[in-house]
């Protein structure tokens, strides 16, 4: 069974950092392309960050500069840095694996900023 958990998430404060992490289970996480995307209060989800197996990486525009995606393969983790936290980064940040046309999500994990 394929399994993605989040953690790192919680409360900070705006131009504070956060690390978020996302480790898998159940698949090999090198041979995906892994993704993060978050949702606001309300919202939809939105595209953030990737990486390919390659480690290759591409971002959201907005986001460049204060977003940072790597993988750790040994552990099976991918992470988002988050620098220089704004309030509108408050969110629920999502994982994503993708290989073809499977894609697997993790359940998320919420970030709040405060001011």
């Known amino acids: 069974q394929v399994q993605l958990v989040e953690s790192g998430g919680g409360l900070v404060q705006v131009g504070g950092s956060l690390n978020v992490s996302c480790t898998a289970s159940g698949i090999t996480l090198s041979t995906y392309t892994m993704a993060w995307y978050r949702q606001t209060p309300g919202g939809q989800r939105d595209f953030v960050a990737l990486v390919i197996p390659e480690g290759l990486t591409n971002y959201r525009d907005s986001i460049q500069g204060r977003f940072s995606i790597s993988r750790d393969n040994a552990k099976n983790t991918v992470y988002l840095t988050i620098k220089d936290v704004q309030v509108d980064d408050t969110a629920v940040y999502y994982c994503?694996?993708?290989?073809?046309?499977?894609?697997?999500w993790g359940k998320g994990i919420l970030v709040t900023v405060s001011s």
């Open positions: 994503q694996a993708v290989r073809g046309l499977t894609d697997y």
